[in-house]
């Protein structure tokens, strides 16, 4: 009886070990299952993206047609020519620079040139005495002539028959006008 018992144990052991061996068994073979679903998973993202992103035969004549030829890129700006321009161009900006540069210094110049000469005029209060003084010699000289004038005696006729036009002028705009003479 005790070998027996002593048996069954060692075989309830051994169930016992087979079991836990199978219960981690079981357990990895679950895990690569549950990894495999995730891959398998991932796989069918990856196909549906592809499906949508994928070129499309149609599309792909379209952008065949639509590729550059041979003339249109032999119309193209090579990026050295491109660079040559650029750099004439500024060439050229720096040329107007240096003559608006040139012109501005002539200016200031000139502003000075004018300064001084209007600095070496004769300002308003000088302009007074000066006019005084043009004034008191004009009247002199009106003097000078009235005494100087001989006297005419007036020549009066006895009589016109038709009246006399006077040719004169505006004083503001010269115009002539015909005036009458005045009298009888």
């Known amino acids: 009886d005790e070998e027996l018992l002593k048996r069954i144990q060692a075989t309830v052991a051994q169930v016992q070990g087979d079991y836990k061996k199978l219960s981690s068994v079981t357990g990895n073979l679950l895990d690569d299952r549950h990894q495999k679903q995730k891959d398998i998973e991932a796989l069918f993202q990856s196909l549906e993206r592809l499906?949508?992103?994928?070129?499309?035969?149609?599309?792909?004549?379209?952008?065949?047609?639509?590729?550059?030829?041979?003339?249109?890129?032999?119309?193209k700006v090579s990026r050295t020519q491109f660079e040559a321009c650029v750099e004439r161009?500024?060439?050229?900006?720096?040329?107007?620079?240096?003559?608006?540069?040139?012109?501005?210094?002539?200016?200031h110049q000139v502003q000075?040139?004018?300064?001084?000469?209007?600095?070496?005029?004769?300002?308003?209060l000088e302009l007074g005495p000066f006019r005084q003084?043009?004034?008191?010699?004009?009247?002199?000289?009106?003097e000078q002539l009235k005494e100087k004038a001989p006297t005419t005696e007036a020549d009066y006729a006895a009589g016109i028959k038709k009246?006399?036009?006077?040719?004169?002028h505006c004083m503001s705009?010269?115009?002539?006008?015909s005036m009458l003479v005045p009298g009888p």
Do not use: Y
């Open 133 to 142: 003084q043009l004034e008191e010699h004009w009247k002199s000289i009106l």
């Open 163 to 168: 009246q006399l036009l006077a040719h004169f």
């Open 89 to 107: 161009l500024n060439e050229m900006i720096q040329e107007t620079l240096s003559r608006v540069t040139g012109q501005e210094q002539g200016w």
């Open 51 to 75: 499906e949508k992103e994928k070129a499309d035969k149609e599309d792909l004549l379209l952008g065949i047609d639509v590729k550059a030829d041979k003339t249109t890129l032999a119309g």
């Open 112 to 124: 000075r040139q004018l300064t001084e000469e209007m600095d070496s005029k004769l300002d308003r």
């Open 173 to 177: 705009c010269d115009r002539p006008l």
